[in-house]
C-alpha cells in the first residue's frame, strides 16, 4: 500500500481500502469550517470591547464569512468536480488557514472581516469537497452511514465550537479562536494527502462560468439583503441587492435551462425527493441556527456563564446529534425518507415552540429540553435530507451537488439568525423602552436599546455613577434580562410558525415510500462507479 493516497477513485477496480480513514479527514474539514462560525458567538462579547464594535460591525463580523461561504460554492464545487476534488479540499484548507492567521494577529475591525472573508471563501471550497469526494468514495451501500457521519459532524460542530474558544478564552484573547483553526487546518491538509485519493469527473465538459457567475451574484446578493435589510432598515444598499438577487435568480434560471452543460440543472427541482430535500435543510437550518444563536445569548448575558461555561451546557445538543444519527441509520432505509425527515422536523418545530416559555427567571434547565430536541433533530433530519439531494446528481456533478446541499444548508441558517436576529432585537428594544423608556439620558437609552450587552454596559456605567448607584444600576439590568427574555419569547413563537408551515411544506412535496423507491430505481445512482463490488471489500 502507497504512503500516499496516490491512485485516482475513477481508476480503482474496487472500494477504497482507506475510505474510512479518509472519512475522518473529511469530518475533521468539516468540522473546523462549521466551527468557525459558532466559536464566534462566545468569542462576540471580547471582540466588542475590545475592538469597540458597533452592532453594525459585529454583524459583519461573523457575515463576513457568511456571505462569500454561501455565494461561492455552487461554482467551486464545480470547478472541483473538473480538476481536482482533493486539490480543492487542500487548496480550501489552506486559503482557510491563512484566513485565520490574518484574522488572530489583527486588531481593526476591517480587518478583521477581510480574514472572516478570506476564510469563507476557503470554506466554500471545502465543503462542497467533502461531500463529493465522500460519494466518490463510498459504494451506496456504505453511503448512508458516511453522510450519517458527516451529518453528525456539523452538529457536533455547534456544541465544540463554542466550548473550545471558551476554554481559550479562560487565558488567551479572542484571537486565539483564530488561530486554533490553523493546526487543525494543517492535519486536515496532510491527513487529505495521506488518506484521501484523487477524484475528478471523469466525463464533464466544460464549466459555465456565466452561470456560475449569475449564481453568485444571485445567492451573494440574497445573503447581502437578508443580513443588513432586517437589522439595519431598508435603505437603497439592501433594496437594490434584493433586486439584484430577483433579477439575478430569473437569469440564473433562465441560462441554466438553455445551456447544453448547465452549472446547475434547475429542472431538477421538479423532482420531489430533490426539492423537498433542499426544503427541508433550508427550513430546518433557519430554525435551527436562528434559535442556537439567541439561545447563546441568553446563557452569556442573562445567566451569566461565561464562554467556557456556555461551550459546556451546548455540549447536551451534540449528544442528542449523534443519538438521532444512529437512529436515523436505523430507520430511515425501512421507513422512507419522507416520514424521517418529517418527524425530524416536528421534533425540531417542538424545541423552537419550547423556547416560547422562556421568561427573565428562566435557568438552563428550560433551555435544555430544546437543545436536546433541536440535537435529536438535526441527527434525525440532515442525513436522509442530504443523501437524498446527492443520490439525484450524477458522478460528473457530485461537487455541484454538495454545493446546492451546502448552500441550502449555509442561506437557511443566514436567514435564521438575520431574520430572527432582527426580530429579537426589535422585540427586545420595544419592551426595554415600554420599560425604562424616559428613565435614561438619550444617548445611554441609545445604547441600551442597541443590544441586550449594551444594556448592560449601560448599568455598568450607571453603577459607577455616585449621583445614581447600585440601586438603579440593577433595576436597569433587570429590565434588560426582562426585555431579552420576552424576546426570545416572541421570536420563538414566530421561529416556531415559521419551522411549522416549512414542515407541511417538504411532506407534502417529499414523495411516499413507494415513490421514493421508484425514483431511486429511474435515476442514475451518483459515485455508483463499480457498483457490483460495493460489497465485496478489497
Not at 484571537?175 to 488518506?195: C, I, R
Not at 430536541?373 to 440532515?382: K, R, Y
Not at 446546492?404 to 441558517?413: R, Y
Not at 441600551?448 to 447600585?470: C, H, M, R, W, Y
Request: glycine fraction near 12%; include cysteine.
Amino acid at each position: 500500500m502507497p504512503f500516499l493516497a496516490d491512485t485516482p477513485v475513477e481508476k480503482m477496480t474496487g472500494p477504497y481500502a482507506r475510505r474510512w480513514w479518509a472519512l475522518l479527514v473529511l469530518c475533521l474539514s468539516l468540522l473546523i469550517v462549521v466551527m468557525a462560525n459558532t466559536s464566534l458567538i462566545v468569542a462576540a462579547p471580547d471582540m466588542t470591547k475590545d475592538l469597540g464594535l458597533s452592532s453594525s460591525d459585529l454583524q459583519w463580523v461573523i457575515d463576513g464569512y457568511t456571505v462569500p461561504y454561501a455565494a461561492l460554492m455552487l461554482v467551486l464545487g464545480s470547478i472541483g468536480d473538473k480538476y481536482s476534488r482533493r486539490g480543492a479540499l487542500i487548496l480550501g484548507l489552506l486559503i482557510f488557514a491563512g484566513g485565520a492567521v490574518m484574522g488572530g494577529l489583527v486588531d481593526e475591525t476591517g480587518l478583521v472581516v477581510v480574514a472572516r472573508v478570506i476564510m469563507g471563501v476557503g470554506a466554500a471550497v471545502v465543503m462542497p469537497a467533502t461531500l463529493s469526494l465522500l460519494v466518490a468514495m463510498f459504494p451506496r451501500g456504505e453511503r448512508a452511514k458516511a453522510i450519517t457521519a458527516w451529518s453528525a459532524t456539523s452538529g457536533l460542530a455547534i456544541a465544540v465550537g463554542p466550548l473550545a474558544a471558551g476554554w481559550l478564552l479562560e487565558n488567551h484573547a479572542w484571537g486565539s479562536t483564530f488561530l486554533m483553526n490553523v493546526p487543525l487546518a494543517l492535519v486536515g491538509v496532510v491527513g487529505a494527502l495521506l488518506l484521501v485519493p484523487p477524484s475528478k469527473a471523469e466525463k464533464m465538459g466544460r464549466i459555465d462560468y456565466i452561470g456560475g457567475l449569475l449564481s453568485i451574484v444571485s445567492v451573494g446578493s440574497l445573503v447581502y439583503a437578508t443580513i443588513e435589510g432586517p437589522h439595519f432598515g431598508w435603505g437603497v444598499g439592501p433594496v437594490t441587492a434584493a433586486v439584484v438577487a430577483g433579477v439575478g435568480l430569473l437569469a440564473f434560471v433562465a441560462w441554466e435551462l438553455k445551456h447544453p452543460h448547465p452549472m446547475l440543472n434547475v429542472r431538477k427541482f421538479r423532482e420531489r425527493p430533490f426539492s423537498g430535500s433542499m426544503l427541508a435543510v433550508l427550513f430546518f437550518f433557519f430554525g435551527t441556527f436562528g434559535s442556537i444563536y439567541y439561545s447563546t445569548q441568553f446563557l452569556q448575558f442573562v445567566l451569566d456563564y461565561n464562554a467556557l461555561e456556555t461551550g459546556i451546557r451546548l455540549l447536551p445538543l451534540a449528544g442528542a446529534v449523534f443519538v438521532g444519527a444512529a437512529v436515523t441509520g436505523r430507520l430511515a432505509p425501512k421507513l422512507g425518507v419522507k416520514l424521517v425527515v418529517g418527524t425530524g422536523m416536528v421534533i425540531g418545530t417542538a424545541g423552537v415552540f419550547l423556547l416560547t416559555q422562556i421568561e427573565s427567571g428562566s435557568t438552563y434547565t428550560d433551555f435544555l429540553a430544546p437543545l436536546l430536541l433541536l440535537g435529536l433533530a438535526i441527527g434525525l433530519s440532515v442525513s436522509p435530507a442530504t443523501d437524498t439531494i446527492m443520490g439525484s446528481f450524477p458522478e460528473s456533478e457530485l461537487g455541484v451537488g454538495g454545493g446546492a446541499n451546502d448552500t441550502a444548508l449555509e442561506l437557511g441558517g443566514s436567514l435564521g439568525i438575520a431574520i430572527l436576529g432582527s426580530l429579537l432585537a426589535t422585540s427586545y428594544k420595544d419592551k426595554l423602552t415600554d420599560l425604562v423608556g424616559g428613565h435614561l439620558p438619550a444617548t445611554a437609552m441609545d445604547t441600551a436599546k442597541d443590544s441586550v450587552g449594551g444594556g448592560l454596559a449601560v448599568a455598568e456605567q450607571i453603577a459607577k455613577t455616585p449621583s445614581a448607584g447600585p440601586q438603579q444600576a440593577q433595576t436597569l439590568v433587570d429590565a434588560v434580562h426582562e426585555s431579552f427574555a420576552h424576546a426570545v419569547a416572541q421570536t420563538s413563537l414566530i421561529g416556531a410558525v415559521i419551522m411549522a408551515v416549512g414542515t407541511v411544506i417538504v411532506v407534502v412535496v417529499l414523495p411516499g415510500r413507494k415513490a421514493e423507491d421508484k425514483h431511486r430505481q429511474e435515476e442514475p445512482a451518483a459515485g455508483d462507479r463499480g457498483e457490483e463490488y460495493a460489497d465485496s471489500g478489497r
